[in-house]
């Protein structure tokens, strides 16, 4: 029976290499969600939008990415896209920490294409006499939009959102095969120097664990304490 | 009958009692019998293999107890041995000699005596041609590529502290990497590296290999312990072979250019038996 020493991967060297691919993870995470919400909802008010050409591109992208696995938009946006750039834009790109700006970028698209659709979801869960009566009190479509219905799409969105957060935070660990040195990678690094695997991936396990739990219990809380009014 | 079984007993004792004077001086029964048994794994190519055309064991390996054997005054006699039961063959007399791909280890000095190392193989370094990059060393503060979970990223890391290195899944994603300049290297084994250069085709033109190991394994002949006539007429061979060019014209025989590994320096001389660090 092997003996399980947890002390190996929690202090020294291996301790930090798995933290800084935590904290790498975090910021992962934290950026892209930043860089999401704001494309996202964008994307749902063009799916919304009464202009023909607006509602396709915002189908276009939603389909185009969410049908494309997160894996394979990964090395599209690592392996591909760089050689598209021009010369100066790739050295900076490359000079900058190309696997987390690509990470990032392949990522926040994944992510904005599934939020879109949960905002486009709330906002048409708002009804559209909402919508009307607003109108007929003389606001735009903008104002009636950021005045009248986002205030109550957001209690409706806001559990969704929390759940793509989740989702989020564990689709960080499928960057390693760019060589984005988050938690994946840095737990894979310790596996192999110190042939801990069971202890290193335990620790692993549990860091996930722990963040995704932390999200989970912000959703609950959000959902007692703003809960979706009748209409 | 009764004679016959006391002969044999008889033969026997005799036996025993002759045996390990017989095993004194090991070098003396060599030059008696007028032949060196070498122990060959032949089946590792180009250290020793079956050649298909004409059956015979040939290599790298046994060219060198060829040449060690005629410098004592005797032929060399071949003989098969696995990996396995290499080193309880060469204790237990069935070979004089092992020039099996063994790798020289402190582990194994307590067991048996190394000759001077005869190769030395690695880990090494790709760099694209316009780099500029001539060693190891330039790498200081760049970033190169590998492959995930052996022992390449310690092994650079060991060997130039400052790099920065990114890992991936498989060997050819890394050479990728390299090659859309995302890099300034690309570590592997020798082997591992001299493939993938020969599989760039037109393109090697614009990579080379860095002819420098990051971390070494050392070959080396392994003797019995405390022989040390014959590990002194061993060694004394390998200074020969060396210092007479001969050495490095079997390395190329077999590493080199025209051969599948197209080694293009010999990194290494025979003129020590000592581990590094």
């Known amino acids: ?231 | 009958m009764r004679s016959t079984s006391h002969l044999v007993i008889a033969y026997a004792f005799l036996w025993i009692a002759v045996a390990p004077l017989a095993r004194a001086d090991q070098l003396a029964d060599i030059k008696h019998k007028g032949e060196l048994v070498c122990g060959v794994l032949a089946t590792d190519e180009p250290m020793s293999f079956v050649d298909p055309q004409t059956r015979t064991i040939i290599g790298y390996e046994v060219d060198l107890c060829k040449a060690v054997a005629r410098k004592i005054g005797v032929t060399a006699t071949l003989k098969q041995v696995a990996v396995a039961a290499r080193i309880p063959e060469l204790q237990q007399g069935r070979v004089d000699i092992l020039g099996a791909t063994l790798t020289h280890t402190r582990e194994r000095e307590a067991v048996i005596a190394f000759s001077l190392t005869t190769f030395v193989t690695g880990q090494k370094v790709m760099v694209r041609r316009d780099s500029g990059i001539t060693t190891p060393a330039q790498l200081a503060g760049k970033k190169v590529v590998t492959v995930r979970g052996g022992t390449q990223e310690p092994n650079i890391r060991k060997a130039v502290p400052t790099v920065d290195v990114v890992t991936f899944e498989t060997a050819p994603q890394a050479l990728v990497a390299l090659q859309q300049h995302k890099a300034a290297g690309f570590v592997n084994d020798e082997v591992s590296l001299f493939d993938a250069y020969s599989k760039l085709g037109p393109a090697q033109k614009d990579y080379v290999i860095l002819p420098q190991n990051i971390s070494t394994e050392v070959v080396a002949l392994g003797l019995r312990k405390d022989e040390p006539a014959l590990k002194a007429a061993v060694d004394g061979a390998l200074r020969d072979l060396e210092t007479s060019g001969e050495a490095e014209k079997l390395f190329f025989k077999w590493f080199g250019p025209g051969t599948r590994l197209q080694y293009q320096t010999r990194a290494f001389h025979i003129d020590s038996d000592r581990l590094a660090n």
Not at chain 1, 17 to 42: D, E, K, Q
Not at chain 1, 53 to 65: D, H, K, N, T, Y
Not at chain 1, 198 to 222: N, P, R
């Open chain 1, 1 to 231: 029976m092997a003996q399980f020493d947890f002390s190996i991967v929690t202090t020294g060297e291996f301790r930090g290499w798995l933290v800084s691919g935590f904290l790498l993870s975090l910021r992962l995470t934290c950026i892209t969600w930043i860089l999401s919400l704001p494309i996202a909802t964008a994307i749902a008010l063009c799916r919304l939008s009464s202009v023909a050409m607006l509602r396709g591109a915002g189908a276009v992208f939603v389909e185009g990415i969410r049908n494309i696995p997160l894996l394979v938009h990964l090395l599209f946006w690592y392996f591909a896209m760089p050689e598209l750039l021009p010369e100066t834009a790739r050295t900076w790109l490359y000079d900058h920490g190309a696997e987390s700006i690509c990470a990032v970028i392949a990522l926040t698209f994944y992510t904005s294409s599934y939020m879109a659709e949960d905002i486009r979801s709330g906002i048409r869960a708002v009804p559209a006499t909402q919508l009307e009566a607003a109108r007929a009190l003389g606001f735009g479509y903008l104002a009636s939009m950021r005045r009248v219905v986002l205030p109550q799409a957001v209690r409706i969105v806001v559990p969704p959102l929390i759940s793509q957060t989740l989702n989020l935070w564990k689709n960080t660990s499928i960057t390693t095969v760019i060589g984005t040195a988050e938690l994946m990678y840095q737990a894979q690094r310790v596996e192999t120097a110190s042939f801990r695997g069971v202890e290193t991936f335990g620790v692993t396990t549990l860091a996930y664990l722990s963040v995704s739990l932390v999200i989970t219990a912000l959703a609950l809380w959000f959902h007692h304490r703003f809960p979706v009014r009748a209409t």
